[in-house]
């Protein structure tokens, strides 16, 4: 049988609750349910005027908004509140009924720029959230992974410019030099000048010095010109990221896509450090020896995996060189003593060979391609942390710790870029992009803790309705047994 709908409902005027609308298991009610919003009015409270001046859009509303937005991954704030006008989840989220007025799209943006620009706001907001799932036990902080993954700026790759820029210092680069500085004297060398940067000529070529030649956005100058492998050239932000062994995130830092990922360690240690971690777990990105001092002297077990040794094809690598620790040489696969010649100003201490016996040695041509026949191998100050790095690799309980990565971190951005629109950025600037990182990793970590919880409510309901059905089971086998003793007798 055809039936038709007619289209008259469209216009019938019904009475509702937009409760009713809104499923018990729909996501939204789920965040609503597992967290106290007010905490909001807390911390924008200095940021409004509480005795006159216009009314205000609720700090509540607002600061949900751009929820809504990453974690259903929309494009934009524009596309959002199209969202929110025909979606009634969204509206029974924001407080609005079917009739309520959606605010502009430039809402949230006059708002940031006129009162939360400069601010750690949205930081705040998502350590508050990573305190509530600790509160809950969710989380366990004595493995804790990192990584870095790049998010597409918001510029044109053709719209560039060269700028010659001051070169970033390291954060070990005083305790290096010191470092550098008692290990010349210990070998009779003379100590190293400090450079004046301000006495020196700016180099004419593209690096030299403490400058360096890059290329520069004119559309956002703040990000970083970043290349990796086949992947294309753009420009990017290097996002930072700690988690545990169970996937949730616990911290983050936003640098400029150029940034190399052991460069931007630091600002990250300096907020995972807190929570006290047993053992770290990253990429051969992060093997170098001063991060492995670092963790090393702060009782954090460090499990990097193994690095393939950057030699040319046809050459010995370098571990075919054999350290000797007692007389401070290295012994080639030829038996030749290779001695200690000076340390650089990197903090390598250098190695050379004899030229002498070198020009007439078999296996010149796999040695070195040097002119005058000296082979150089270079030994780091802080070597011994790495060579401690690979012990802890070959343990056996820490063995399949390391492959983890990919259930954990690398799991944390493939579902960030496919589901939150982690892969490139609206923003401009590195304080927008902060706030969109912060709210983005805020928001999967609130959807977490959300369904957790609605699961261990529901697992606690099916347990006393399956404890109150077997009481109520051993009740009915009680009255039935006795009834059967009652009737037995009076037979």
Known sequence: MLTK?????????????????????HLLRLIDKAIDWSFIYDLVEDKYCLDNGRPSMDPVTLIKLP??????????MRKTIEEIKVNVAYRWFLGLDLTDPVPHFSTFSKNYTRRF???????????????????????????????????????NRHKTKQKLVQKSAVFYEKQLKEEIALDRKAHHKKPFKDRDNHDQKPPTGKTGGSTKEI???????????????????????????????????????VDAGNVHDSRAFYALYQKINVLRPKYLIADAGYKIPAIAKLLTDNGITPVFPYKRPMTKKGFFKKY???????????????NQVLKYATTNREGYKEYKSNPQICKTCPYLSQCTASKNHVK???????????????????????????GKRKETIERIFGTAKEFHGFRYTQMYGKARMKM???LTFACMNLKKMARRLSKKEKDRLNYFLSYYQNIKNRIRVFFECGLSTVCNVLI
């Open 67 to 76: 929820i809504i937005q990453y974690l259903y991954g929309i494009p934009s």
């Open 320 to 334: 075919e060189y054999a350290y000797d620790e007692y007389y401070d040489c290295y012994i080639c696969p030829n």
């Open 215 to 253: 290329k520069v956005s004119t559309t956002d100058p703040e990000s970083g010109w970043f290349h990796k492998g086949e992947h294309k050239q753009v420009f990017a932000y290097n996002i930072q990221t700690a988690c545990d062994k169970y996937g949730w995130i616990l911290g983050y830092s």
């Open 376 to 402: 150089v191998v270079s030994r780091h100050v802080w070597q011994e942390y790495l060579d401690n790095c690979e012990d802890i690799r070959h343990s056996l309980h820490l063995k399949g710790l390391y």
């Open 436 to 438: 969109k990182v912060g």
């Open 117 to 155: 620009a400069g601010t750690d706001l949205f930081e705040q907001i998502f350590m508050h959230i990573l305190s509530e799932c600790m509160k809950q036990n969710f989380i366990d902080t004595e493995h804790i992974f990192i990584d870095g993954t790049h998010v597409k700026a918001r510029a």
């Open 5 to 25: 709908n007619s289209e008259n409902k469209r216009s019938q005027p019904q009475i509702i609750s937009i409760d009713d609308l809104v499923p018990e298991d």
